[in-house]
Nanobody, 125 residues
Framework: QGELVESGGGLVQTGASLRLSCAVS????????MGWFRQVLGEERQFIAA????????EYGASWKGRFTISGDNAKNTVYLQMNSLIPEDTAVYYC??????????????????WGQGTQVTVSS
């Protein structure tokens, strides 16, 4: 069974950058899409980005394209989310997730099979 463990969240000021990490185990990397979502208390999870491990495809939610970047390091079994120019509205719990790759990079949380526990990001004004 796949296991995903996020880290790197914390409290930062407006305008700061932060890089989240997701340590992945138990999954065959080439068979899975890795994604990042975020969730504000009382709201649904929002899709941020997803990519294939071989790097040939990546998709971003419109609100974060150009400001957030998803990447991965196969040797370290780790997926990253680089977040730049953070604003208070970015405050949320950020989740790493995975779904089996069958030609589509899904932006719906219901399509993902494995989830991490989440890491809190708080951006102060």
């Amino acid at each position: 069974q796949g296991e995903l463990v996020e880290s790197g969240g914390g409290l930062v000021q407006t305008g700061a950058s932060l890089r989240l990490s997701c340590a992945v185990s138990g999954l065959s990397f080439n068979a899975y899409v890795m994604g990042w979502f975020r969730q504000v208390l009382g709201e649904e999870r929002q899709f941020i980005a997803a990519f294939t491990w071989r790097g040939e495809r990546a998709e971003y939610g419109a609100s974060w394209k150009g400001r957030f970047t998803i990447s991965g390091d196969n040797a370290k079994n780790t997926v990253y989310l680089q977040m730049n120019s953070l604003i208070p509205e970015d405050t949320a719990v950020y989740y790493c997730a995975a779904h089996r790759y069958r030609g589509t990079l899904w932006d719906r949380a219901s399509r993902y099979d494995f989830w991490g526990q989440g890491t809190q990001v708080t951006v102060s004004s």
